[in-house]
């Protein structure tokens, strides 16, 4: 088991960038693929990013690419997501989650969640 704690979020104004964390308790995080969603007003929960157990591994949603970058510590149990020329579309409240490999962009197929970090960029 896995426990999930998202920190990073805030204001920003469009253009601008952040770096969300995700901090996980247990000695097995090296072993979990690692994904991160963002749930905006009235939407659904929808794919961002995603990492493989190593970090060799990484996939992204045609929305973020080329902005979003995705990375792990393995030594820290913590997971990244560094968000670069942020949109007022990309504001929402973002959740890392945590499954067994493979890498998985499915939120079904994610068994443990963190509370989410809300990110707002202003236009």
């Known amino acids: 088991q896995v426990q999930l704690v998202e920190s990073g979020g805030g204001l920003v104004q469009a253009g601008g960038s952040l770096r969300l964390s995700c901090a996980a308790s247990?000695?097995?995080?090296?072993?979990?693929?690692m994904g991160w969603f963002r749930q905006a007003p009235g939407k659904e929960r929808e794919f961002v990013a995603a990492?493989?157990?190593?970090?060799?591994?990484?996939y992204y949603a045609d929305s973020v690419k080329g902005r979003f970058t995705i990375s792990r510590d393995n030594a820290k149990n913590t997971v990244y997501l560094q968000m670069n020329s942020l949109k007022p579309e990309d504001t929402a409240v973002y959740y890392c989650?945590?499954?067994?490999?493979?890498?998985?962009?499915?939120?079904?197929?994610?068994?443990?969640w963190g509370q989410g970090t809300q990110v707002t960029v202003s236009s």
């Open positions: 989650a945590a499954q067994g490999p493979p890498l998985r962009v499915d939120l079904n197929e994610y068994d443990y």
């Open positions: 247990g000695r097995t995080f090296s072993s979990y693929a």
């Open positions: 990492i493989s157990w190593s970090g060799g591994s990484t």
